[in-house]
C-alpha cells in the first residue's frame, strides 16, 4: 500500500467517524426539542419507510430512473430547469429528486417535475447502497457542491454516469482544505461529467488534476427567464401596489426579499427616512414596501413589530395573509405602506411588481438569490456579504446592483441614495439589466448536450 492510498484509508476512516458523530449530534438535538434536527430525524426515517414500500410493491423492472440531489431551496432552483428539460425529452423517466435539508423536504409533496422527493439518508456505506439499490437510477445529478462519499462511491461501482452541475469552487472551500483534499479529489474523479459555473472553478478544478470538467455557466439564469415568463395575478398585491387616486402616479416600490432582522431594521429605518425627505416636495413620492421574510413564525413576527413599533410606528401596515382571506381589506390594503407577505412561494413573482428590490441576507451568512430580482430589470440592493456570488459581483461592477455596506444612520444614508437612482432610473436601464440576464442563459442546454455524449 502506497502513501497516497494509505491517506486515502486514513481520511476514510475519520469521515465515517465524524459522519457518526454528526448522526449522533443530529439524534440528540431531536430529542432536546431542536426543530431542525426533529425535522431531519423524521424524514429521514420516513425516507426509509418509503424506500421499503417502493421495494415490496416492485413488479418487474422498475421504470427508467434518473436520479437528482440538491442540498436545499437554492440549489433545487438549479436543479428544476435541468430537471424540466430532462422530462421533456425522457418522458418516460421517473425523476426521483433527492434534498439534504430539512427546509427544503415537505413530507408526501413531490416538487415538480419530480416524480418521487426524498431526504437524502445519512452518508453510510449500507444506507447509500440501500438507496442505490431499491431506485436503479441509470442517470444522477449533483448540484453545485454536494460531495457525499459513500452516495458516490455507490454510484460508481455501478458505473452509472454521474454530472455534477454547475459545480462552483475558490481556492478557500472547505472541501479542498490539506486535511480533506485528496478524498474530494477521489469524489470528483468518480465523476462522469464535472460541469460548473464560472471559468474561476473551471481553472481550480483542472488544476487539481480533473479531466472531465466544462464551464457551461450557471442553470439558475434560465430558471428565472422561465418564471418571468409565467403569467401572475394577484389581487391583494395588485391593490398594494395601485395608485390610490387616478390623479396621482402611483408610489415605487421596494420588493425586499429573503429578509432577516438586521434587514428589517434597516429597510423600516430607511422608509421613515425617505417620507422625512419627500414631506415638503409634493413632486416626489414616498416609497412603499413589500416585505417578504426568509422565515416566518412567531418570533420573527414579533421582532418585525417591534422593529415597526419603535423605528416607523406611524407606518400603516398590513399583512398578505389577513388581507387575502377577505377581499373588503383591499382598501385598506391600497393605503397601506408596508405590506408583510406572510406566505411562502410567492417571492419570484412578486419581484415583477417593483421597482427596485432588496436582497436579503447580507448582514449575515451571505445573500439570497438576486436573479430572481434581476431578471425583471430591477435594480437591487444587498448588504456586504455578497463577494461568494459571481451573479452579484458581476451586477455590482455593471453598476446595475448596489451594496449597502454598513447598517445604522450610515447604511440610511447609502439605501437613501440608491433609492434616489432607482426611482430615477429610465426603462432603457430596465432593459439593459434584463438583457444581462438574459444574455447569460442556456446552461440546461449545455449540460444535456453534454449528457448526450455519455456512453452507457
Request: with cysteine; proline share 6%; net charge positive.
Amino acid at each position: 500500500m502506497n502513501r497516497f492510498t494509505q491517506k486515502i484509508t486514513y481520511l476514510r476512516l475519520v469521515y465515517d467517524l465524524t459522519m457518526g458523530l454528526y448522526g449522533s449530534l443530529v439524534g440528540m438535538t431531536a430529542w432536546l426539542g431542536h426543530p431542525k434536527a426533529i425535522a431531519m430525524v423524521v424524514g429521514r426515517k420516513e425516507t426509509r419507510q418509503r424506500l421499503a414500500l417502493l421495494a415490496q410493491s416492485k413488479v418487474g423492472s422498475p421504470p427508467p430512473t434518473v436520479w437528482f440531489h440538491a442540498a436545499s431551496a437554492g440549489e433545487l432552483e438549479q436543479a428544476k430547469p435541468l430537471m424540466q428539460a430532462w422530462r421533456a425529452l425522457h418522458p418516460q423517466d421517473r425523476i426521483v429528486l433527492s434534498v439534504y435539508s430539512p427546509s427544503a423536504y415537505r413530507p408526501g409533496q413531490n416538487p415538480a417535475p419530480a416524480d418521487l422527493c426524498f431526504m437524502m439518508l445519512a452518508d453510510q456505506r449500507d444506507q447509500a447502497a440501500f438507496w442505490v439499490q431499491i431506485l436503479q437510477p441509470y442517470r444522477v445529478f449533483f448540484v453545485k457542491y454536494e460531495y457525499w462519499y459513500h452516495h458516490i462511491r455507490a454510484v460508481q461501482r455501478l458505473n452509472i454516469p454521474l454530472v455534477m452541475v454547475c459545480a462552483r469552487m475558490d481556492e478557500n472551500v472547505g472541501v479542498l482544505r490539506p486535511w480533506f483534499r485528496p478524498l474530494w479529489q477521489e469524489m470528483a474523479r468518480d465523476m462522469t461529467l464535472f460541469t460548473v459555473q464560472d471559468p474561476v472553478t473551471l481553472k481550480l478544478s483542472t488544476a487539481l488534476g480533473l479531466q472531465r470538467v466544462h464551464w457551461v455557466g450557471d442553470t439558475r439564469y434560465d430558471r428565472v427567464l422561465e418564471l418571468s415568463k409565467a403569467p401572475f395575478e394577484d389581487l391583494v398585491l395588485e391593490a398594494f401596489t395601485e395608485s390610490t387616486s387616478p390623479e396621482r402616479a402611483s408610489r415605487p416600490v421596494l420588493v425586499a426579499g429573503s429578509t432577516w432582522v438586521a434587514d428589517h431594521r434597516l429597510l423600516v429605518q430607511t422608509l421613515e427616512a425617505q417620507r422625512l425627505l419627500v414631506s415638503n416636495n409634493k413632486a416626489a413620492f414616498p416609497w412603499k414596501l413589500i416585505l417578504v421574510p426568509h422565515e416566518w413564525n412567531a418570533s420573527y413576527q414579533a421582532s418585525l413589530l417591534q422593529i415597526l413599533k419603535t423605528k416607523g410606528p406611524k407606518f400603516n401596515v398590513v399583512f398578505y395573509s389577513a388581507a387575502s382571506k377577505d377581499p373588503s381589506h383591499l382598501a385598506a390594503v391600497k393605503e397601506a405602506d408596508i405590506m408583510v407577505v406572510d406566505q411562502t412561494g410567492l417571492l419570484s413573482r412578486i419581484y415583477r411588481l417593483g421597482k427596485a428590490a432588496w436582497i436579503g441576507g447580507g448582514f449575515g451568512a451571505g445573500i439570497h438569490n438576486v436573479l430572481e430580482a434581476a431578471v425583471y430589470g430591477l435594480p437591487v440592493a444587498f448588504g456586504p456579504r455578497y463577494r461568494s456570488f459571481p451573479e452579484a459581483v458581476n451586477l455590482v461592477e455593471e453598476h446595475m446592483a448596489f451594496p449597502i455596506n454598513h447598517q445604522g444612520k450610515q447604511g440610511v444614508h447609502e439605501m437613501l441614495a440608491f433609492l434616489h437612482k432607482a426611482g430615477a432610473y429610465t426603462p432603457d436601464l430596465h432593459q439593459q439589466i434584463k438583457d444581462r440576464i438574459a444574455a447569460e442563459s442556456g446552461a440546461v442546454q449545455r449540460i444535456l448536450a453534454l449528457t448526450d455524449k455519455i456512453k452507457t
